[in-house]
């Protein structure tokens, strides 16, 4: 009953800021939009977002290689599809990384490595998004589009979790999980898992290529969002693109609405009115971004209709082994 009244009550969230946000700009300007935007844009951007899909298929196979699990990279990028799809009716982007570490653990390996692959795939996209973030501030500094302290602010941040992340594998997590007495069950379970984020930390050049997939990644996000501005005739730069894309992408994170909806157009209509694009344009953008989105994750729903969520075990080791 409760995660009922949670679902709802996200829903409610979802349906009261997408309101909110139809009220305040004109209904008939966004159908404009709608009809006016460039179908080519539109083709450009599905294939980079499905390129970017396979690439970030591609990383989690790299970090579960690193484990000596037996996947291939044709059940990743099933599985990871599948969760995608199924990952647009859940709260955030974090349902679909519930259901990546249930996928994981129920049919490949041992649900300790499941979760911190997972956990390891979506912090090497968050620090993407953070560095990415950053240059797009400098950039709009030199643009005169934001205030230059904020430049400071962002390399401050950046600096910050690149220190916490160093001093967290050399020094600091290992001594936290040496130091750790024993406990309860549940407490247990979270030493292991800490433990089996960690071993990572000897796979420093596997690190570096992640993070270099990852910034591939969120560059080809962005310029997918601005593609999308262009074939709706926007007029701004994609350097303040490198900033309001990472900062939705955050309002998405956030598990207070459906799949993100409402979080994302409102963040968007904030950030580029703020540049003085028009609102039923921005919030347009944000809606085309989506729907491109659900359109590249169908397939998706193609493999969960014909094999279920995880196919048997003995079908992964045979693609491994063929």
């Known amino acids: 009953m409760r995660k009922f009244s949670l679902s709802l009550l996200k829903i409610m969230v979802s349906v009261g800021l997408m309101v909110a946000l139809m009220w305040k700009v004109d209904l008939s300007q966004i159908a404009v939009s709608f009809k006016t935007v460039a179908p080519a844009f539109l083709l450009a951007a599905f294939a980079l977002l499905a390129a970017g899909r396979l690439m970030m298929c591609l990383r989690a196979r790299m970090l579960l290689g690193a484990k000596g699990i037996p996947i291939s990279f044709w059940e990743v990028v099933k599985l990871y599809w599948k969760c995608d799809f199924a990952g647009v009716f859940l709260p955030g982007t974090v349902g679909g990384d519930a259901l990546r570490m249930l996928g994981l653990a129920r049919g490949y390996t041992e649900t300790r ?61 290992m001594g936290l999980f040496r130091r750790a007495g024993g406990g309860p069950a549940l407490v247990a379970r979270l030493k292991s898992w800490v433990a089996a984020f960690l071993e990572y930390g000897r796979h420093k050049r596997l690190l570096a290529k992640g993070l270099a997939l990852s910034l591939v990644v969120q560059i080809m996000r962005v310029i997918t969002t601005y593609m999308l501005s262009l074939g709706l005739g926007m007029d701004v730069s994609l350097a303040y693109y490198l900033i309001c894309v990472p900062v939705a992408f955050l309002a998405v994170l956030l598990p207070v609405s459906m799949g993100g909806w409402g979080m994302q157009e409102g963040a968007y209509v904030v950030m580029l009115t703020a540049v003085g694009a028009d609102a039923a344009d921005a919030f347009t953008l944000s809606v085309l971004s989506s729907l491109i989105t659900i359109a590249v994750s169908l397939p998706g729903l193609v493999f969960f209709l014909k094999e279920g969520f995880v196919g048997r075990k003995e079908t992964v080791v045979e693609a491994v082994t063929r």
């Open 113 to 173: 490595h499941a979760v911190t692959a997972v956990a390891m795939d979506r912090a090497l996209g968050m620090l993407a998004f953070l560095v990415l973030g950053f240059v797009g501030v400098f950039l709009a500094g030199l643009a005169g589009l934001v205030p230059g302290n904020l430049t400071w602010v962002f390399a401050e941040a950046v600096g910050i979790a690149a220190l916490a992340v160093f001093y967290f594998f050399r020094w600091g997590g």
